[in-house]
């Protein structure tokens, strides 16, 4: 499987049967983060986001994630989705920050309490 395949990544972050958007994040003009959003009807879907990793302090990925925040809110959406979280895994567990987290567990979405 070819990982640099541009159909793979347009069928990963671009094809969707609702709206993408791109949300870009520059600092003085420079480029530092691109988050990339799925807005189905009553919510946002955080698909990907990138930052640059020559400033982890920062927090790029959590600055992402409060914009996000305030363009749900303006827009009146009632959910944020922040993709996948796996339990254990450190990549993943700045979302446990945000809250309340919802999980989808035996077909339905409960409230987690973490």
Known sequence: MDHN?????????VDSSVETVFIEYRLEGKLVALSVCDLPDDGMSAVYTFFDPMMPKRSLGTYAILKQVEYVREMELDWLYLGYWIDGCKKMSYKTQFRPIFGFVKKEWRLLSL
């Open 5 to 13: 395949d541009p159909e793979r990544y347009r069928e990963f972050m």
